[in-house]
């Protein structure tokens, strides 16, 4: 079955950028959509962006338009989230989630992201 | 952009109990395009429900979800002691793509 296997936590410095992996296993990468949802501390979730990566298609969300990169190699089934202009408001949890017919079905186990000086 | 409203915030009730999950949308909303998540402290999110209503792979019966239009329901038949959890909505649409509601939070009472 799908798995996605994010990389580990990270600390930035505001204002620096942060780059977080999803790479998965079993099932046709190229043939997924995935999507990038995060959650503050003690917050709801937060839709940022996808891929398609057998298209190279993206999509963000407007309010982290032009911050945010979502990119995908095939040849290693990983995807990539890259943050940007980070401030103390990017402290999270950043998941990676599989899209299947508009919803997520096999979500990985999320990356801590702390931004503090 | 289309805003979901999740009530109650907090939910207080004892296992065996029925649950009552309500989403509300700030416009209309194609069934084919709302979900139900559970999510437990330090978990990711889990699918629970599709399309509105069909369950997803290993959810078991006592999940259900109704509704259309704006206003949809997650039902939850008879509590058990892994249900109490948080609950998020989910719909697809258009700026955002995606949104979810701000959850309910199912706690034992």
């Known amino acids: 079955q799908v798995q996605l296997v994010q990389s580990g936590a990270e600390v930035k410095k505001p204002g620096s950028s942060v780059k977080v992996s999803c790479k998965a296993s079993g099932g046709i990468f190229s043939s997924y959509t995935i999507s990038w949802v995060r959650q503050a501390p003690g917050q709801g979730l937060e839709w940022m962006g996808r891929?398609?990566?057998?298209?190279?298609?993206?999509n963000y969300a407007q309010k982290f338009q032009g911050r945010v990169t979502i990119t995908a190699d095939k040849s290693t089934s990983t995807a990539y989230m890259e943050l940007s202009s980070l401030g103390s408001e990017d402290t999270a949890v950043y998941y990676c989630a599989r899209e299947i017919s508009h919803y997520m079905d096999v979500w990985g186990k999320g990356t801590t992201v702390i931004v503090s000086s | 952009e289309i805003v979901l409203t999740q009530s109650p915030g907090t939910l207080s009730l004892s296992p065996g109990e029925r649950a009552t999950l309500s989403c509300r949308a700030s416009?209309?909303?194609?069934?084919?395009?709302l979900a139900w998540y559970q999510q437990k402290p330090g978990q990711a999110p889990r699918l629970l429900i599709y399309a509105a209503s069909s369950r997803a792979t290993g959810i078991p019966d006592r999940f259900s979800g109704s509704g259309s239009g704006t206003d949809f329901t997650l039902t939850i038949s008879r509590l058990e002691p892994e249900d109490f959890a948080v609950y998020y909505c989910q719909q697809y649409g258009s700026s955002p793509m995606y949104s979810f509601g701000q959850g309910t939070k199912l706690e034992i009472k």
């Open positions: 416009q209309s909303v194609s069934s084919t395009y």
């Open positions: 891929i398609i990566p057998i298209v190279g298609i993206e």
